[in-house]
Structures are given as structure tokens and as C-alpha cells.
């Protein structure tokens, strides 16, 4: 376990694994905390180093004189931000889910120069049908946002999602519903966009809500079938291979060639 200290009094929690240029950094969604990233950090690894944190209000991340805090939107932006500064990274890919993604969209405009490539899953597009979710729990959310058989990652998840503060959840997840109300700037960099085609939170977007996206000169959008919330978790062989050929592109690379695989079929002669 690793954790910052902020002058605000937040002890900020994260993890790290591996070595490698450029670092990538995993946001989680709004509820859960770093746990999920586990996989996809142990993959990033390979030829990165993966960073992890929990959002203020999430997981580990607490305040050292009042413990457990609800989410508040300016401070787990300006904690994101800290967080980079704090341990030195200058240049790195971002992939974020839910509320991250919207949170690594803000890194990709403010710092164009620092963030190599974005990698967002289950972003709420403007008009997704988030105001319906408000009133239920995390415990009531945990069971809805999965589909195919269990895991033991999909049910730590689980466990994750229904330890989440009401508060956090909800709040996080109102101000991911009003993020649209300024029109979004032009994204410089290559971003991949991934939805679960079962999704009843953030379902995919229609060709419609897909004009409204910020432009990008590289941007490509593809849905992952029989998931929910969760590919990562649901099809965790199809999502890392795709983050593996994410990660691996160069920059003169043309992204939309990046296409969902289950597996290599081994040739037989």
C-alpha cells in the first residue's frame, strides 16, 4: 500500500506495479476504487509502470482528521493533478472508467502536452440515462452491472461496488451528469473509446450522440458484445489484448486498425 499525503489533509491512497516509459494511470469509475484496475494494471506492467489511485471519497483515499469524505469534484480533480505532480510523472497514457473517464478527458485538455493517448471505458456521453441510477445504492447497483458467469474479479468488484458511500456515489455521479453543460474542447491526442454492449448504465452511443463527442484527429469507438459496466472483468482476455495493442501504438499509428480478439487461434499445419 502506497499513499500521499495532501496539505489539504487527504491521505490519498494508490498503487504501482512494473517499470517502463510511459507510465499509465487507471482511474476507477463512481463507485469501486483501484481493486477492479488489478488485472489490467498487472498486464500495463509488462512494459509500464501502471499507477492506480482511489478517488477522494473512495477506497483507501480518506481525510487524516475526519476519516471517510464524500466526493467533491474540485478536490479529487485537484488530487489527480497533485498526484501526477507529486511523483514526477510529466508524460503518460490515461485510461479511465465511468467518472474517470471523464476525469482523464480533463487531463487530456489540460495538459495536451503530457498525455500521450486516452483510453476511456463506459464514458456517460451527453444524454446517457445516468439521472435514472441516482436514487439506488451501490449495493442495488452491484448486481445490475454485470452479465455472464461469475468471476472472482468480477466478484470483487462486487464487494468493492457495495462498500462504496452512498454519498460518494451519488455525488460523483450527479456531477458526471451535469459534466456536458460546457461544450467539450477538441482532444489532441489518440483516443480509444470502449462500451459494454449491455450496458444499462452507459449504454453505447448512437451514431447521433457520437457527433457530439469531442473531435479528436485519431478517435475510435468499439463495443465489446455480451458485457455490461465491466469488460474488463467480463472479457478480461478481449480487454487486454486490446489494451496491450493500445499501449504498443506508436504515434503516427492509425488507430481506428485496432479491432476486438478473443484470443490468437494457434495455426496448425
Given at each position: 500500500?502506497?499513499?500521499?499525503?495532501?496539505?489539504?489533509?487527504?491521505?490519498?491512497?494508490?498503487?504501482?506495479?512494473?517499470?517502463?516509459?510511459?507510465?499509465?494511470?487507471?482511474?476507477?469509475?463512481?463507485?469501486?476504487?483501484?481493486?477492479?484496475?488489478?488485472?489490467?494494471?498487472?498486464?500495463?506492467?509488462?512494459?509500464?509502470?501502471?499507477?492506480?489511485?482511489?478517488?477522494?471519497?473512495?477506497?483507501?483515499?480518506?481525510?487524516?482528521?475526519?476519516?471517510?469524505?464524500?466526493?467533491?469534484?474540485?478536490?479529487?480533480?485537484?488530487?489527480?493533478?497533485?498526484?501526477?505532480d507529486l511523483l514526477g510523472i510529466d508524460h503518460f497514457i490515461v485510461v479511465g472508467h465511468g467518472l474517470g473517464s471523464l476525469l482523464a478527458l480533463?487531463?487530456?485538455?489540460?495538459?495536451?502536452?503530457?498525455?500521450?493517448?486516452?483510453?476511456?471505458?463506459?464514458?456517460?456521453?451527453?444524454?446517457?440515462?445516468?439521472?435514472?441510477?441516482?436514487?439506488?445504492?451501490?449495493?442495488?447497483?452491484?448486481?445490475?452491472?454485470?452479465?455472464?458467469?461469475?468471476?472472482?474479479?468480477?466478484?470483487?468488484?462486487?464487494?468493492?461496488?457495495?462498500?462504496?458511500?452512498?454519498?460518494?456515489?451519488?455525488?460523483?455521479?450527479?456531477?458526471?451528469?451535469?459534466?456536458?453543460?460546457?461544450?467539450?474542447?477538441?482532444?489532441?491526442?489518440?483516443?480509444?473509446?470502449?462500451?459494454?454492449?449491455?450496458?444499462?448504465?452507459?449504454?453505447?452511443?448512437?451514431?447521433?450522440?457520437?457527433?457530439?463527442?469531442?473531435?479528436?484527429?485519431?478517435?475510435?469507438?468499439?463495443?465489446?458484445?455480451?458485457?455490461?459496466?465491466?469488460?474488463?472483468?467480463?472479457?478480461?482476455?478481449?480487454?487486454?489484448?486490446?489494451?496491450?495493442?493500445?499501449?504498443?501504438?506508436?504515434?503516427?499509428?492509425?488507430?481506428?486498425?485496432?479491432?476486438?480478439?478473443?484470443?490468437?487461434?494457434?495455426?496448425?499445419?
Amino acid at each position: 500500500m502506497s499513499a500521499i499525503l495532501l496539505p489539504d489533509g487527504l491521505l490519498l491512497h494508490y498503487e504501482v506495479l512494473g517499470r517502463g516509459r510511459p507510465p499509465v494511470l487507471f482511474l476507477h469509475s463512481w463507485f469501486g476504487s483501484w481493486r477492479y484496475w488489478l488485472l489490467s494494471m498487472e498486464e500495463a506492467a509488462l512494459r509500464h509502470r501502471a499507477y492506480a489511485m482511489d478517488l477522494p471519497g473512495f477506497g483507501g483515499s480518506t481525510n487524516l482528521d475526519q476519516g471517510t469524505i464524500p466526493f467533491q469534484v474540485e478536490q479529487a480533480q485537484e488530487a489527480v493533478v497533485r498526484f501526477l505532480d507529486l511523483l514526477g510523472i510529466d508524460h503518460f497514457i490515461v485510461v479511465g472508467h465511468g467518472l474517470g473517464s471523464l476525469l482523464a478527458l480533463e487531463l487530456a485538455w489540460k495538459f495536451p502536452d503530457q498525455v500521450e493517448k486516452v483510453l476511456t471505458i463506459a464514458l456517460p456521453w451527453n444524454g446517457a440515462p445516468l439521472a435514472r441510477w441516482l436514487k439506488a445504492t451501490p449495493q442495488q447497483m452491484a448486481s445490475r452491472l454485470f452479465v455472464g458467469p461469475p468471476s472472482e474479479e468480477i466478484q470483487v468488484a462486487r464487494d468493492e461496488i457495495a462498500h462504496t458511500p452512498l454519498e460518494s456515489f451519488r455525488e460523483s455521479l450527479a456531477w458526471s451528469q451535469a459534466f456536458w453543460d460546457v461544450p467539450p474542447q477538441p482532444l489532441r491526442q489518440p483516443w480509444l473509446l470502449l462500451y459494454g454492449e449491455q450496458d444499462p448504465l452507459v449504454p453505447p452511443p448512437d451514431e447521433n450522440a457520437q457527433s457530439h463527442l469531442p473531435p479528436a484527429p485519431q478517435r475510435h469507438l468499439l463495443v465489446i458484445p455480451k458485457a455490461a459496466h465491466f469488460p474488463m472483468l467480463e472479457h478480461p482476455r478481449m480487454f487486454h489484448r486490446l489494451l496491450r495493442a493500445f499501449l504498443q501504438m506508436a504515434p503516427d499509428d492509425d488507430i481506428t486498425q485496432l479491432r476486438l480478439h478473443e484470443e490468437w487461434q494457434r495455426r496448425v499445419r
